[in-house]
């Protein structure tokens, strides 16, 4: 069972920065991918960005260009460093890890969540 642990979230203004970290229970070499998603209040959940095993990434049109996701394979992290924040980007944030079970088959795991509100 694959255990995800986010931190760094919080409240930061309009412009500010803050970087939020996912801590996996087994090496990130297993997963197939690793992400962000994003959950606001009435919304559905959203990919904010990703990267693969090889180390390709994707963003979401909203963030790209703000928001960096990068991994410390020595810690068994993913990062996600977001940068001139905007009250959009206020949600919660989850981590994300991908299994690949079979060819045809994937299965996802998921962080607690954790917290980012922007203030104008």
């Known amino acids: 069972q694959v255990q995800l642990a986010e931190s760094g979230g919080g409240l930061v203004q309009t412009g500010g920065s803050l970087r939020l970290s996912c801590a996996a229970s087994?090496?990130?070499?297993?997963?197939?991918?690793m992400g962000w998603y994003r959950q606001a209040p009435g919304s559905q959940r959203e990919l904010v960005g990703a990267?693969?095993?090889?180390?390709?990434?994707n963003y979401s049109n909203s963030v790209k260009g703000r928001f960096t996701i990068s991994t410390d394979n020595a810690k068994n992290t993913v990062n996600l460093q977001m940068n001139s924040l905007k009250p959009e980007d206020t949600a919660v944030y989850y981590c994300n890890a991908r299994v690949r079970i079979t060819p045809w088959n994937d299965r996802d795991y998921w962080g607690q969540g954790t917290q980012v509100t922007v203030s104008s």
């Open positions: 990267i693969t095993s090889g180390g390709i990434t």
């Open positions: 087994q090496s990130i070499f297993s997963f197939k991918a």
